[in-house]
């Protein structure tokens, strides 16, 4: 098969590698389309601290199961030809987080393109009980968004918003975008977000979100304005610099919370004296729990969810290119891989993706 390689940092190489065969608890699955990730431009870059040469990057993806391992069983759903998603993370199942219900924080989790060899290649191999069958649903393509929807469910949800509420969103890529997209599923009256590439805000203002300055004095008065100078009930970091988390924690009201998702810088200083006195609850937000993620599939193949950003589609020969072209501003918000021969992209509008991936 043709797989996507690291070859060293900031060089991918295509490569023939062999098919690999599924585990007894496992299935092959050929893959339609994988998606790029904030995660892995740094690890493109060298920067992220878990992805290194030799390994086959990608844990977004769509595609068909080829083959099944002897122990799974057939009689239902999971069979050769079905249509599937799969959670990417995988977690031991007996440690105390697993037991806590917070597999996604074990300890010993492991990441598809992360860990172990993922779908940027024309199949990939992952545990039977991570599968998602998606034949069912409405919209089965869709389903190449359900991890990053997955972590936007999951910001959303560790927060207090409530219908009727307030919230703004720093920065509109993929995931500040899916977190617009499920506050205003949530019913979040006023909301708001910041982003600079004028591209994908108008994806974000087809939430019906308002977009405000991005210019940090500005955007304080615009909200204290807005807000009657309490901020807003929820703040998200979806961006991770230094700047942005302090925003985050300046414009969350009293009892308010600034949740941070971004992974962009290692540190930061947030002033945590005043944080307290105004009793700011400040949450980190990781992955998604596997609930998350059924709930990402079924919201998005039902059509409760959209992901609204441009979605650029390509062969997977132009990884390479396309990293490359992530790094130095494209607008695309999401680019989808595909193990097929191309002259060129396709290059889908915010309504030609919810149609079709």
């Not at 308002?210 to 304080?220: A, D, F, G, Y």
């Not at 997977?316 to 992209?345: C, F, I, M």
Request: one cysteine or more.
């Amino acid at each position: 098969m043709r797989a996507l390689v690291l070859d060293r940092v900031q060089e991918f190489a295509l490569k023939e590698r062999p098919t690999p065969d599924p585990g007894p608890h496992e299935v092959l699955v050929r893959v339609t389309a994988a998606g790029i990730c904030g995660s892995e431009l740094a690890g493109f870059k060298g920067t992220d601290g878990l992805r290194h040469p030799g390994l086959v990057f990608g844990h977004e993806f769509l595609g068909s199961i080829a083959a099944v391992g002897d122990a799974v069983a057939t009689d239902g759903a999971i069979a050769v030809g079905a249509t599937v998603t799969a959670n990417p993370l995988r977690s031991c199942g007996l440690c105390g987080l697993c037991r806590l219900g917070s597999p996604h924080l074990c300890q010993s989790r492991r990441l598809l393109g992360g860990h172990v060899d993922g779908c940027n290649a024309e199949y990939v191999v992952v545990p039977a009980a991570s599968v998602h069958v998606v034949d069912h649903l409405a919209d089965p393509n869709a389903a190449v968004f359900a991890e990053p929807t997955a972590c936007a469910l999951h910001a959303v949800a560790l927060t207090k918003v409530e219908p009727g509420g307030s919230a703004l969103v720093l920065g509109a890529g993929p995931i500040g975008l899916l977190i617009l997209e499920v506050l205003r599923a949530r019913g979040v009256e006023s909301l708001w977000f910041t982003e600079r590439n004028d591209a994908r805000a108008a994806a974000a203002e087809s939430t019906g979100a308002v977009r405000l300055s991005h210019t940090p004095t500005e955007l304080i008065g615009h909200v204290h304005e807005l807000t009657g100078g309490l901020g807003a009930d929820a703040v998200f970091d979806a961006v991770g610099s230094s700047s942005m988390r302090l925003l985050a924690a300046t414009l969350t009201r009293p009892g308010g919370d600034a949740c941070f998702v971004g992974l962009h810088e290692a540190d930061s200083v947030l002033p945590w004296r005043d944080l307290i006195r105004r009793e700011v609850t400040c949450t980190g937000s990781f992955a998604y729990t596997p609930a998350d993620f059924s709930e990402a599939v079924e919201s998005l193949g039902r059509g409760h969810l959209r992901f609204r950003g441009e979605v650029v589609r390509a062969p997977l020969a132009e990884g390479q290119a396309w990293y490359e072209r992530l790094l130095d501003g494209h607008p695309a918000t999401k680019v989808l891989l595909e193990p097929r021969s191309a002259n060129q992209a396709d290059v889908r509008t915010p309504e030609d993706s919810a149609d079709e991936v």
